[in-house]
């Protein structure tokens, strides 16, 4: 819990809040919750696919999103690194909630 707290902050680095966040947990997170959307959509529980789908993967994408746009801005190195942490971020997030 408190790595969430400091990534909700920004104050894990940049590296750490991009790779080990956004893309492993991410994917982690966005398959599973896409799995058992899928499992429950085919026993016909709309509703929960769409609670397990969406306020699973969501809440986790809007927390990472913005852990890792606080951590790019006060990253110290070439920002051309910290604009493409936020790029990346943003797009893969947006992406992932979307479908």
């Not at 994917?27 to 959509?41: E, G, P």
């Not at 690194?81 to 979307?98: Q, R």
Request: aromatic letters at 10%; hydrophobic letters at 55%; glycine letters at 10%.
């Amino acid at each position: 819990m408190n790595q969430l707290r400091h990534l909700w902050r920004g104050e894990l680095p940049l590296q750490t809040a991009f790779w080990n966040w956004a893309v492993l947990g991410g994917l982690i997170i966005n398959l599973v919750s896409s799995a058992a959307f899928l499992l429950l959509m085919t026993s016909d529980q709309v509703i929960a696919a769409l609670i397990v789908g969406y306020g699973l993967s969501v809440p986790y994408n809007i927390l990472v999103s913005v852990g890792v746009w606080r951590s790019a801005d006060r990253y110290g190195g070439e920002r051309r690194w910290a604009d493409l942490a936020k790029l990346a971020t943003a797009a893969g997030m947006i992406l992932l909630s979307i479908t």
